[in-house]
């Protein structure tokens, strides 16, 4: 087996416990090579997706330890401490070796912040894909944390980023409409570019992202784009809309949260970028099987009835779906897998399919040969105003201020509310949305304008949105 060596704060040579004792019992990758699949496998078709699912279920729950590459492995003295998302020479808390819990290294797995699947009920209702309390909420890449209060004013200053843990449910539809959204807009920025001096109106599934328009000599002026970045992707992934898809996300994840870094984001199969001794250590495959299982996790839910849909009515009427769309609608049912590369081109380059008006998303089919996605959101960020903007060094004021539309679907489940669940109450989100500059500070002064009475319709309509029942139990019951 390979040979760690650790640093220690002396710079002394020092063999780290776990490899000194490598031949006792639980001494061993959790990782079971029998239970991996590979990328060949998948692509080739050699796999249900059943099959592929229950791999990716494994990368999923697993708590990896430091023979699978947990953590960035010795820490160079030499080196100045990593601060970034993926990290990589990260220091550890008082020096542990192991978890930093501040900027990632928090976690054994993505189980351990995704198990609430509702809130709702007392105690809690556990499950596989779920969200997370406050107690695993992320504190993303801090440099200083004012805990003793030093100008006595009530505020722990905090320059990084506090984030909730979202579910994972509808993953697979989230995707797809992001997908088509951006191959819209890559195909206005392209009439743009074709047309030089006609002002093209970017708009997408009702979506509105500002004008572009190019000049003879192929630039285009990007300073009336709104909501999404200059490049026209649609990230629908992350708080702040950063990630085109669900592989792409768990990269940055992997690495952030337990120093499991993928070798499709590392340099490839051969590469130690954390330099803890272990190459390879999420194989192309492994995300692939990741990926499809996030994606194929079920989609959340609607309770009917009347007084729900008057609540509805009441939601729109105020203007809460202006931001919140109810629901998108798909041009095609299936969802097409690729490799990370160029998300301006969201179709190409695919390696595998699936339907997702099939099991296990089931996802309601339109005539058009799409599906419906009902998950209240635009997915175009927007400006929150002041009383929410973060206070992170690494971001500029409007990144601060900005986020993307978060998806109601479930939200009868999830509290607590908001980026950071600083509400615990759905009525106490929305009154927070009030905030000097917000973007969604009309529809929030209309409800609370509103009678208690019709208040409490348009919130009786948002305990309606629940999560799915007994997630991924057709995997887990068959264990």
């Known amino acids: 087996m390979k040979l760690f060596t650790a640093i220690s704060l002396t710079g002394i040579g020092l063999l780290l416990p776990s490899i000194l004792h490598a031949d006792l019992i639980g001494e061993s990758p959790r990782l079971n090579p029998a239970v991996r699949i590979t990328q060949n496998e998948i692509s080739q078709g050699q796999l249900s997706l059943d099959d592929i699912r229950e791999a990716g279920l494994f990368i999923f729950s697993t708590p990896f330890n430091r023979y699978d590459g947990y953590g960035d492995g010795p820490h160079d003295l030499s080196e100045p401490d990593n601060n970034t998302p993926t990290g990589g020479n990260r220091p550890t ?4 070796n192991t978890f930093l819990r501040i900027n990632g290294l928090d976690a054994q797995n993505c189980l351990e912040c995704h198990t609430i699947v509702s809130n709702r009920t007392i105690p809690a209702t556990l499950g596989i894909g779920g969200g997370g309390g406050f107690g695993t909420s992320v504190l993303f890449r801090p440099v200083n944390i004012d805990v003793i209060d030093e100008n006595f004013d009530g505020i722990a200053e905090f320059n990084g980023r506090l984030i909730n843990p979202v579910f994972l449910f509808g993953a697979g ?4 409409v ?41 630039n285009l002026d990007t300073g009336n784009i709104e909501g999404i970045e200059h490049d026209l992707v649609v990230r629908p992934f992350g708080r702040k809309g950063d990630n085109a898809s669900v592989r792409e996300f768990d990269i940055t994840a992997l690495a952030f949260h337990m120093g499991m870094q993928a070798s499709e984001g590392f340099g490839g199969e051969t590469a130690d970028a954390d330099n803890d001794g272990v190459v390879n250590e999420i194989t192309v495959g492994d995300l692939s099987a990741l990926s499809i299982f996030i994606t194929t996790l079920e989609r959340p839910l609607e309770v009917d009835s009347r007084e729900n849909r008057d609540g509805r009515e009441l939601f729109s009427d105020i203007g ?4 919140h769309r109810s629901n998108m609608v798909t041009e095609r049912r299936t969802l097409p897998y690729k490799l ?17 008006t099939k099991h296990p998303t089931y996802f309601r089919a339109t005539r058009s040969g799409g599906i419906e996605v009902p998950m209240f959101s635009d997915l175009k960020r927007h400006d929150m105003g002041e009383g929410l903007a973060e206070t992170a060094f690494f971001q500029t004021e409007q990144q601060n201020r900005e986020f ?4 109601l679907w479930g939200v009868a489940d999830t509290a607590p509310y908001l980026h950071d669940g600083r509400a615990h109450t759905l009525a106490e ?9 917000s973007e969604a500070s009309a529809a929030a002064q209309n409800f609370i304008d509103l009678s208690e009475d019709n208040q409490n319709k348009v919130l009786k309509f948002l305990m309606s949105l629940r999560m799915p029942e007994n997630p991924v139990d057709d995997l887990v019951d068959a264990r």
């Open 173 to 176: 539809g989230i995707e797809l």
């Open 429 to 437: 989100a929305i009154f927070l949305h009030d905030s000097p500059g």
């Open 340 to 356: 990370t590369g160029s998300a301006e081109t969201p179709f190409e380059d695919t390696f595998y399919e699936v339907d997702l």
């Open 404 to 407: 993307i539309t978060a998806r």
């Open 93 to 96: 808390l008082q020096g542990n």
């Open 320 to 323: 809460c779906a202006g931001c």
């Open 178 to 218: 992001g997908r088509e959204m951006t191959l819209e807009l890559q195909i206005q920025k392209q009439y743009a570019l074709d047309n030089p001096g006609t002002r093209v109106e970017l708009e997408t599934k009702s979506v509105n992202f500002g004008t572009i328009i190019a000049d003879e000599n192929g």
